[in-house]
């Protein structure tokens, strides 16, 4: 469970906005992108594998598929995207849990993953900096020592959405155990250190 006393930066949906749907972006992002990053990040197979902010569950038949993992699990915000993204691996037979929770206080145990997988989700969070900050606190804590964090840069974000990006960033400072490892074209791996 998230640690006795984080507090959530605002009420739950006071500032979220969920992303349109768009069909051709899922494509291209279940067909192209996933299986490029993870070509040249080369995360291990078989871990325990997060994605935050899983929203649909786009990635998750992919992240099965190609990464082997012993526990795959996707969180998100909306519970109405939950729904969808457990219609998505049941009707898949993806083997994966899907659960509603908020990355700045993940309803997961302390050390519980080998990796974890955010494909924007920490730049969006309702809070700014304090929300982004918390958010990487609650990866840093969930992932087991030496665990990998796979995220996306500023530079795939402003690509992707280069009018709510704008002057959003990650404060790294906040978890300084967050150490970059690889980095390939439009996202970066970063290591756990004890």
């Not at 786009?58 to 909306?78: I, K, M, W």
Request: positive net charge; hydrophobic residues 45%.
């Amino acid at each position: 469970m998230a640690p006795t006393g984080l507090a959530i930066p605002e009420a739950r949906g006071s500032e979220y906005v969920a992303f349109e749907n768009v069909e051709t972006r899922n494509d291209l992002q279940s067909r192209l992108e996933i299986p490029l990053m993870l070509r040249l990040l080369r995360p291990p197979r078989g871990t325990r594998v997060l994605e935050v902010g899983c929203g649909r569950g786009v990635a998750l038949p992919v992240l099965a598929a190609s990464l082997l993992p012993t526990e795959l699990v996707g969180v998100d915000f909306d519970p109405a995207l939950v729904s969808v993204a457990q219609g998505r691996v049941r009707a898949g037979g993806i083997p994966a849990r899907v659960i509603d929770g908020d990355v700045r206080a993940l309803p997961l145990p302390s050390a519980s993953f080998d990796l974890v997988i955010d494909f924007g989700t920490c730049y969006h969070v309702s809070g700014g900096g304090t929300g982004s900050g918390a958010a990487l606190r609650e990866v840093l804590r969930v992932l087991s020592p030496g665990g990998l964090f796979i995220h996306e840069t500023p530079v795939a974000q402003h690509l992707a959405h280069p009018v709510r990006s704008f002057g959003r960033v990650l404060p790294w400072w906040v978890a300084p155990e967050l150490r970059p490892y690889r980095r390939a074209l439009l996202w970066s791996m970063r290591r756990k250190i004890h």
